[in-house]
């Protein structure tokens, strides 16, 4: 059953069912594709919805392109520092509904130790009760420069232009289920 408004409650992520993906622009005329596997984190559907709260954490070295060479450097130093920076965070500070099943998140988000604001474009997707156990479904959007965050490798192309955009833009799909809910199903 789908409704322009989420349930209030507390809700666990369901890292299974959760994918936070981004593309970022390479060799100047294509864009590459990537994720983070196993997000976790909780969020609280308030009344009133500007009251509502988010936190979300990934481990950094779980970034994923499809080419082992190319995860290993974004592990690196040069980019996420996994070693050093294990986890990326995100948290809001403000949530502003909107219409329809949309709204804004303001938070901040850290990488590499350094804490910076994102905003995220959001909808709800609506509720689903599977095998008994209610689950929410939602979707997020928003850009960022990744240069911020202190993520400034890079190199100058023969031709012209640099190897590496700076602007990541995001794409994340949520589902969540009640807080300590175990999921029994796939």
Same mark, same amino acid.
């Given at each position: ?102 709204? $804004? ?7 590499? =130790? *350094? /804490?910076?604001?994102?905003? +995220?474009? &959001?909808?709800? !997707? ?14 997020? $959007? ?7 965050? =202190? *993520? /400034?490798?890079?190199?100058? +192309?023969? &031709?012209?232009? !640099? ?24």
């Amino acid at each position: 059953m789908t409704t322009a408004t989420p349930p209030v409650g507390v809700w666990e992520i369901d890292p299974r069912h959760t994918s936070l993906e981004f593309t970022v622009q390479h060799l100047v005329v294509a864009r590459v594709r990537g994720r983070f596997d196993g997000v976790t984190g909780t969020f609280e559907v308030a009344d009133p919805p500007q009251e509502s709260r988010l936190s979300v954490s990934v481990a950094s070295a779980n970034v994923s392109s499809g080419v082992a060479r190319r995860d290993d450097h974004l592990r690196s130093p040069d980019f996420l520092d996994a070693e050093n920076f294990p986890t990326i965070t995100y948290t809001s500070r403000a949530v502003r509904p909107g219409e329809d099943g949309a709204f $804004t998140i303001e938070g901040e988000l850290t990488v590499r =130790g *350094v /804490t910076r604001p994102v905003e +995220l474009d &959001a909808r709800y !997707l609506g509720t689903h009760a599977d095998g008994g156990v209610p689950l929410v479904a939602f979707s997020a $959007t928003g850009s960022l420069d990744r240069e911020d965050f =202190g *993520v /400034t490798f890079n190199r100058v +192309l023969e &031709a012209g232009g !640099l190897a590496i955009g700076s602007r990541l833009d995001i794409e994340i799909l949520v589902e969540a289920l009640p807080e300590g809910t175990a999921r029994h199903v796939l």
